[in-house]
């Protein structure tokens, strides 16, 4: 893919969110959180626990009011939960009472789709996600990795403008979560997907980001935005490759530097030290 | 010495192991011949006086002599005509009701004080009041039967859809759902499992009040030939009554067993 300039596709500007404790008193989620995604581009939120940045990505999906800031998807303000904006969750989130095809072919259901295009449209995605052989099969016969992969076909089928992962492939295990970090580089390089992603993974979001959005916490903000240039513009679909080029460790280490700053633990570590 | 291990001595008694099949089956079929060797020998040895405690075979032969003689069949069906619409329209009122409350929490706001307070008002204590507005008929009966399990009924499913994961709506909405299209494909098809099964235990409870409506003030049903038995000494008869609640309680619930089943076929291998 070329290196062409992208147009914008989410804006996040001064997006700030306040909670409100059972003990009556505040604190600051997230405070002044400003970073573009632009057409095409898989974004990555990454932070230590506790950073906001699962906050950040429920706001964008509409599924928690912002404080403060603006949200716009292709120039339109954001507001409520909407099909444009289809959301992976962590934990599975498969229809236990539909089979894969059903599953894959329940947001078009509530949107309208006929039933043929939605039959056809299930089948494209639930091929590229590799299921053909599960295709009626239910969800409780599945593994995890397996669910997931539901997840992604039944959302990418509803033709959202942006896919929000939050954790994606954090309940499974690490065979499994490299197969499905280069599955998804696969289907998002046949499908022209807009991606914004939720991560702890510091390898996860320099395999799979074309940008990082590295948050701090307690306020969350942004610390700092990286990119993943070395790749070339390219995605690779192959872990082993990326991970043995040299930019890539020096990227890990200078991330891993910053996440052992914002460790609850370092004056601790200091002290020692 | 060598270091093969040596098998260790199975015992009878091993924590939470599963055992095989047949001799499940052949101790849940003991402890009943050693349950009826009990009560034969109770009669024969007279540990008991046989007029208060007669044996099990003459407790069939009044069973016998109720179905042939008695009509009993037909008492039998007026008790499971009284559960069966009392029971209905207790689902009928509750099922949605506890849906609303269970999704809205406004909904649970306004109708819950109300709900638990009914809860703990024993449905037996409203018989006098229910005779009066009521009289001995059916009425009476089904109208103690009704609140004798709405009120659970209706808190168990309200818990049961509090309890739907939150992912699945969130889900839902951001793949474009509606309130209405959410509660219709996501909350209801995600509870419902679970509101089977609430119904299959509230209708145990629901016979639990049919013996006592149908002992007061009752000319017809099971429990009215019971209370009928027990004026002429028909110890047999009475046992027999027990006899028949107990297999159709069994039998209610094996019923609603299968149709689980065969509604949430999905659930299959989640052994429960």
């Known amino acids: 893919m070329s290196a062409a300039p992208r147009e914008t596709k989410l804006s996040v500007h001064g997006l700030s969110k306040d909670f409100r404790l059972g003990s009556g008193e505040t604190i600051q989620a997230v405070a002044d959180i400003s970073f573009d995604v632009r057409d095409n581009e898989l974004c990555a939120l990454l932070g230590p626990s506790g950073c906001g940045k699962s906050t950040v990505l429920r706001m964008v999906a509409g599924l928690e009011e912002p404080g403060a800031g603006s949200l716009m998807l292709d120039g339109k303000a954001i507001a409520g ?29 509530l949107n309208g789709v006929p039933r043929a295009e939605r039959r056809d449209r299930a089948r494209h995605f639930i091929d590229l996600v590799s ?3 599960f295709r009626h099969a239910f969800p409780i016969e599945l593994s995890g990795g397996m669910k997931q992969r539901v ?6 089928a509803n033709e959202p403008a942006i896919l929000l992962m939050d954790e994606p492939f954090g309940a499974l295990d690490a065979e499994t979560r490299w197969t499905m970090q280069e599955l998804l580089i696969d289907i998002l390089e046949s499908t022209d997907t807009t991606v914004l992603m939720v991560t702890h993974d510091i390898e996860e979001a320099i395999f799979l980001a074309d940008r990082i959005v590295f948050m701090t916490r307690h306020p969350g903000r942004i610390r700092k935005i990286l990119t993943t240039d070395f790749k070339g513009g390219r995605r690779v679909a192959d872990k082993e490759a990326v991970v043995g080029l040299p930019e ?11 996440m052992r700053e914002e460790s609850p633990s370092r004056e601790h570590h200091a002290a020692e030290g | ?127 006098p009041l229910l005779l009066m507005w009521f009289g001995t008929g059916d009425g009476q009966k089904i109208a103690l039967l009704f609140i004798g399990v709405i009120w659970f009924l209706i808190t168990i499913i309200m818990d049961h859809v509090k309890s739907v994961r939150r992912e699945l709506i969130e889900t839902s909405m951001t793949l474009g759902g509606n309130r209405w299209q959410i509660l219709r494909t996501v909350v209801i098809p995600a509870s419902m499992p679970n509101i089977m099964v609430a119904m299959r235990q509230m209708l145990a409870v629901s016979w639990t009040y049919l013996v006592i409506a149908e002992i007061v003030a009752a000319t017809t049903g099971i429990g009215a030939v019971m209370m009928r038995a027990k004026r002429f000494l028909h110890v047999e008869k009475i046992m027999a009554g027990i006899l028949v609640i107990g297999l159709l309680g069994l039998l209610f619930d094996f019923l609603f067993r299968r149709l689980h089943r065969l509604l949430f076929p999905y659930l299959e291998s989640e052994r429960r």
């Open chain 1, 81 to 109: 939960p909407g099909r444009e904006r289809g959301m992976v969750f962590q934990s599975y989130t498969s229809f236990d009472w539909l089979t894969v095809q059903e599953n894959v072919e329940y947001g078009m259901r």
């Open chain 1, 131 to 133: 299921l053909g052989a």
């Open chain 1, 151 to 156: 997840a992604i076909a039944r959302t990418l």
């Open chain 1, 248 to 258: 890539y460790g020096a990227l890990e280490r200078h991330i891993m530097h910053m």
């Open chain 2, 1 to 127: 010495m060598n270091g093969a291990p040596t098998p260790r001595r199975p015992r009878w008694f091993e924590f939470q192991r599963a055992i095989p099949a047949r001799a499940s089956l052949a101790l849940g079929v003991s402890v009943w011949i050693i349950f009826f060797l009990l009560w034969e020998s109770a009669v024969v040895f007279e540990w008991v006086n046989s007029l208060f405690m007669p044996p099990p075979e003459k407790v069939l032969l009044g069973l016998w002599s109720l179905l042939v003689k008695d009509a009993f069949l037909v008492d039998i069906g007026i008790s499971i005509y009284r559960i069966a619409l009392s029971f209905a329209l207790a689902c009928l009122v509750a099922v949605p009701l506890g849906i609303f409350m269970g999704s809205f929490p406004r909904v649970e706001a306004f109708f819950n004080p109300l709900v638990s307070a009914w809860r703990y008002l024993p449905a037996p204590s409203f018989i």
